[in-house]
Protein backbone atom coordinates (compact mmCIF):
# COMPACT_ATOMS: atom_id res chain seq x y z
CA UNK A 1 0.00 0.00 0.00
CA UNK A 2 1.12 3.75 0.08
CA UNK A 3 0.64 4.75 3.76
CA UNK A 4 1.71 3.55 6.83
CA UNK A 5 -0.32 0.47 8.08
CA UNK A 6 -0.80 -0.72 11.59
CA UNK A 7 -2.57 -3.66 12.98
CA UNK A 8 -4.86 -4.24 14.92
CA UNK A 9 -6.78 -1.10 14.20
CA UNK A 10 -8.39 -2.25 17.65
CA UNK A 11 -6.99 -4.34 20.68
CA UNK A 12 -9.04 -5.19 24.27
CA UNK A 13 -6.79 -7.09 27.02
CA UNK A 14 -7.18 -8.05 30.13
CA UNK A 15 -4.88 -6.60 32.83
CA UNK A 16 -1.62 -8.57 32.85
CA UNK A 17 -1.27 -10.00 29.64
CA UNK A 18 0.94 -9.27 26.78
CA UNK A 19 0.01 -7.51 23.95
CA UNK A 20 1.93 -7.34 20.07
CA UNK A 21 1.57 -4.24 18.07
CA UNK A 22 2.47 -4.41 14.23
CA UNK A 23 3.50 -1.03 11.71
CA UNK A 24 4.27 -1.64 8.40
CA UNK A 25 6.30 1.64 6.92
CA UNK A 26 6.26 3.41 3.58
CA UNK A 27 7.88 1.17 1.37
CA UNK A 28 11.38 2.93 0.90
CA UNK A 29 11.16 4.33 4.50
CA UNK A 30 14.34 3.80 6.67
CA UNK A 31 13.59 5.27 9.59
CA UNK A 32 10.58 4.14 11.86
CA UNK A 33 9.14 5.63 14.74
CA UNK A 34 6.58 4.56 17.34
CA UNK A 35 4.48 7.12 19.60
CA UNK A 36 2.34 7.06 22.14
CA UNK A 37 -1.29 9.42 22.32
CA UNK A 38 -3.22 9.46 25.64
CA UNK A 39 -7.05 10.66 25.54
CA UNK A 40 -6.71 14.57 25.22
CA UNK A 41 -2.66 14.72 24.42
CA UNK A 42 0.19 15.09 22.08
CA UNK A 43 2.32 12.35 21.27
CA UNK A 44 4.90 10.52 23.20
CA UNK A 45 8.04 9.35 21.52
CA UNK A 46 9.18 5.31 22.11
CA UNK A 47 11.33 4.40 20.30
CA UNK A 48 12.89 5.27 16.51
CA UNK A 49 14.83 2.81 14.22
CA UNK A 50 17.06 3.56 11.15
CA UNK A 51 17.25 0.15 9.63
CA UNK A 52 16.81 -2.31 11.58
CA UNK A 53 19.11 -0.78 14.68
CA UNK A 54 17.33 1.14 17.65
CA UNK A 55 19.80 4.35 17.96
CA UNK A 56 17.29 5.72 20.46
CA UNK A 57 15.13 4.12 23.68
CA UNK A 58 14.99 6.62 25.51
CA UNK A 59 10.85 7.23 25.45
CA UNK A 60 10.40 3.54 26.29
CA UNK A 61 8.54 4.09 29.69
CA UNK A 62 9.31 0.96 31.59
CA UNK A 63 11.16 -2.43 30.84
CA UNK A 64 7.78 -3.99 30.01
CA UNK A 65 7.84 -2.04 26.48
CA UNK A 66 9.95 -3.67 23.67
CA UNK A 67 10.26 -3.16 20.19
CA UNK A 68 11.91 -4.61 17.05
CA UNK A 69 12.21 -4.66 13.47
CA UNK A 70 13.19 -7.08 10.68
CA UNK A 71 14.21 -6.76 7.39
CA UNK A 72 14.58 -3.26 7.65
CA UNK A 73 10.52 -2.95 7.44
CA UNK A 74 8.03 -4.44 9.60
CA UNK A 75 8.24 -3.21 13.26
CA UNK A 76 6.82 -4.97 16.72
CA UNK A 77 5.58 -2.97 19.57
CA UNK A 78 5.09 -5.54 22.63
CA UNK A 79 4.03 -4.71 25.88
CA UNK A 80 4.11 -7.04 28.52
CA UNK A 81 2.33 -7.65 31.56
CA UNK A 82 0.05 -4.40 30.26
CA UNK A 83 -1.30 -2.62 32.66
CA UNK A 84 -4.26 -0.17 32.81
CA UNK A 85 -2.42 2.99 32.32
CA UNK A 86 -0.78 1.35 29.22
CA UNK A 87 -4.24 2.43 27.26
CA UNK A 88 -3.70 4.57 24.57
CA UNK A 89 -3.40 4.61 20.39
CA UNK A 90 -0.40 3.66 19.78
CA UNK A 91 0.81 5.32 16.39
CA UNK A 92 3.70 4.54 14.12
CA UNK A 93 5.56 6.95 11.54
CA UNK A 94 8.13 6.53 8.87
CA UNK A 95 10.31 8.46 6.89
CA UNK A 96 13.05 8.64 4.37
CA UNK A 97 16.51 8.70 5.63
CA UNK A 98 16.81 12.18 3.78
CA UNK A 99 14.02 13.78 5.23
CA UNK A 100 14.02 12.57 8.98
CA UNK A 101 11.90 15.05 10.48
CA UNK A 102 8.78 14.59 7.62
CA UNK A 103 6.98 11.88 9.63
CA UNK A 104 4.37 9.74 7.76
CA UNK A 105 2.04 8.14 10.66
CA UNK A 106 0.07 5.14 10.18
CA UNK A 107 -3.64 5.37 11.60
CA UNK A 108 -2.69 4.05 14.63
CA UNK A 109 -3.74 0.72 17.60
CA UNK A 110 -6.61 2.09 19.88
CA UNK A 111 -4.96 -0.44 22.79
CA UNK A 112 -7.61 -0.61 26.15
CA UNK A 113 -6.53 -2.44 29.25
CA UNK A 114 -8.94 -4.02 31.11
CA UNK B 1 12.88 17.73 28.91
CA UNK B 2 12.07 19.96 25.92
CA UNK B 3 8.51 20.87 26.23
CA UNK B 4 5.82 22.58 23.88
CA UNK B 5 3.44 25.00 24.95
CA UNK B 6 0.66 24.94 22.15
CA UNK B 7 -2.62 27.54 22.46
CA UNK B 8 -5.17 27.87 22.29
CA UNK B 9 -6.41 24.36 23.52
CA UNK B 10 -9.36 24.76 21.58
CA UNK B 11 -11.32 27.10 19.05
CA UNK B 12 -15.05 27.52 17.93
CA UNK B 13 -14.87 29.93 14.86
CA UNK B 14 -17.37 30.26 12.10
CA UNK B 15 -17.05 28.97 8.75
CA UNK B 16 -15.34 31.71 6.88
CA UNK B 17 -12.85 33.23 9.50
CA UNK B 18 -9.43 33.25 10.31
CA UNK B 19 -7.59 31.15 12.35
CA UNK B 20 -4.51 31.60 14.68
CA UNK B 21 -3.01 29.10 16.94
CA UNK B 22 0.83 29.37 18.05
CA UNK B 23 3.66 27.28 19.75
CA UNK B 24 6.13 28.08 22.36
CA UNK B 25 9.32 26.37 23.85
CA UNK B 26 11.57 26.63 26.09
CA UNK B 27 14.57 25.74 24.12
CA UNK B 28 15.95 26.04 20.22
CA UNK B 29 14.90 24.17 17.70
CA UNK B 30 15.86 23.98 13.76
CA UNK B 31 12.55 21.99 12.75
CA UNK B 32 9.44 23.47 13.41
CA UNK B 33 6.16 21.41 11.73
CA UNK B 34 2.34 21.36 11.85
CA UNK B 35 0.29 18.25 11.67
CA UNK B 36 -3.51 17.75 11.54
CA UNK B 37 -5.26 15.00 12.88
CA UNK B 38 -8.49 13.89 12.22
CA UNK B 39 -10.38 11.21 14.40
CA UNK B 40 -9.61 8.03 14.07
CA UNK B 41 -6.84 8.59 12.12
CA UNK B 42 -3.04 9.66 12.31
CA UNK B 43 -1.50 13.10 12.31
CA UNK B 44 -1.09 14.40 8.29
CA UNK B 45 2.17 16.56 7.91
CA UNK B 46 0.96 19.72 7.16
CA UNK B 47 3.83 22.50 6.44
CA UNK B 48 7.39 21.91 7.76
CA UNK B 49 9.36 24.65 8.41
CA UNK B 50 13.03 25.00 8.29
CA UNK B 51 14.39 28.32 8.56
CA UNK B 52 14.52 30.57 11.60
CA UNK B 53 12.09 32.89 10.50
CA UNK B 54 10.48 31.00 6.99
CA UNK B 55 6.89 31.99 6.18
CA UNK B 56 5.33 29.02 4.23
CA UNK B 57 2.14 28.78 2.65
CA UNK B 58 0.15 25.76 1.86
CA UNK B 59 -3.08 26.33 0.52
CA UNK B 60 -5.12 28.48 3.02
CA UNK B 61 -2.45 26.92 5.39
CA UNK B 62 0.48 29.65 6.72
CA UNK B 63 2.75 28.60 9.10
CA UNK B 64 6.24 30.39 10.38
CA UNK B 65 9.10 29.85 12.44
CA UNK B 66 9.75 32.15 14.94
CA UNK B 67 12.96 34.43 14.71
CA UNK B 68 13.83 33.15 18.16
CA UNK B 69 13.60 29.91 17.35
CA UNK B 70 11.31 29.18 20.24
CA UNK B 71 8.19 29.61 18.43
CA UNK B 72 6.59 29.09 15.71
CA UNK B 73 2.15 29.56 14.49
CA UNK B 74 0.17 28.79 12.21
CA UNK B 75 -2.92 30.12 10.28
CA UNK B 76 -5.67 28.97 8.47
CA UNK B 77 -7.76 31.68 6.48
CA UNK B 78 -11.20 31.75 5.48
CA UNK B 79 -12.24 28.22 7.36
CA UNK B 80 -14.28 25.45 6.23
CA UNK B 81 -16.02 22.86 7.28
CA UNK B 82 -13.44 20.32 7.02
CA UNK B 83 -10.66 21.99 8.76
CA UNK B 84 -11.71 20.59 12.05
CA UNK B 85 -9.54 18.24 13.77
CA UNK B 86 -6.72 18.90 16.16
CA UNK B 87 -3.65 20.50 15.31
CA UNK B 88 -0.25 19.96 16.21
CA UNK B 89 2.58 21.49 16.51
CA UNK B 90 6.13 19.52 16.24
CA UNK B 91 9.60 20.73 16.91
CA UNK B 92 13.12 18.92 16.05
CA UNK B 93 16.01 20.50 17.90
CA UNK B 94 18.44 18.36 15.87
CA UNK B 95 18.46 15.94 12.93
CA UNK B 96 18.28 12.44 14.79
CA UNK B 97 16.64 13.74 18.07
CA UNK B 98 13.04 12.75 18.33
CA UNK B 99 9.87 15.41 17.24
CA UNK B 100 8.55 16.79 20.18
CA UNK B 101 4.88 17.47 19.89
CA UNK B 102 2.49 20.17 21.51
CA UNK B 103 -0.52 18.71 23.37
CA UNK B 104 -2.80 20.42 20.29
CA UNK B 105 -5.37 23.38 19.61
CA UNK B 106 -9.13 21.36 18.59
CA UNK B 107 -10.76 23.48 16.22
CA UNK B 108 -14.01 22.98 15.33
CA UNK B 109 -15.98 24.78 12.65
CA UNK B 110 -19.72 26.41 12.69
CA UNK B 111 -21.22 26.19 9.48
Known amino acids: GAGVSQSPSNKVTEKGKDVELRCDPI?????LYWYRQSLGQGLEFLIY????????KSGLPSDRFSAERTGGSVSTLTIQRTQQEDSAVYLC????????????FGPGTRLTVL | GQQLNQSPQSMFIQEGEDVSMNCTSSSIFNTWLWYKQDPGEGPVLLIA?????ELTSNGRLTAQFGITRKDSFLNISASIPSDVGIYFCAGQASGNTPLVFGKGTRLSVIA
Open chain 1, 49 to 56: FQGNSAPD
Open chain 2, 49 to 53: LYKAG
Open chain 1, 27 to 31: SGHTA
Open chain 1, 93 to 104: ASSRMDRPNEQF
